[in-house]
């Protein structure tokens, strides 16, 4: 958890540790669960805390932003460019920031 100071009063808030890590989802099966729910990719970012680097990818979703944070735990990443052709050009950015390779879809099913 990570701690907010503002104005001298001192409170603790969760920031992006309030959402839930998908650990026994890929982004390529979240991606094909939520594909048919009208959504759109947004981005997909990414933090790193120390080693871990986690994913959070963002779609717009009956008119609000859902952020789903996936943790990387090989350099190997699920692509989701066949479900939403828009993330080839993030995936490209994160392959340039932190050498991942995005596996295509037919390696995924």
Excluded: W
Aim: aromatic share 8%.
């Amino acid at each position: 958890m990570k701690s907010v100071h503002s104005s001298g009063n001192e409170h603790e808030q969760q920031v992006d540790s309030t959402l839930p890590r998908l650990r026994q989802l890929s982004a390529y099966q979240l991606a094909k669960m939520i594909r048919d729910l009208d959504s759109q990719l947004v981005g997909i970012e990414s933090e790193q805390h120390g080693d871990e680097l986690t994913l959070i990818y963002i779609f717009a979703m009956a008119g609000d932003l859902q952020r789903f944070p996936i943790d990387v735990t090989s350099q190997l990443v699920p692509s989701i460019g066949d479900l939403y052709p828009d993330a080839r050009a993030f995936e490209a950015e994160l392959h340039r920031q932190f050498g991942l390779v995005f596996q295509p879809a037919e390696d995924n099913a």
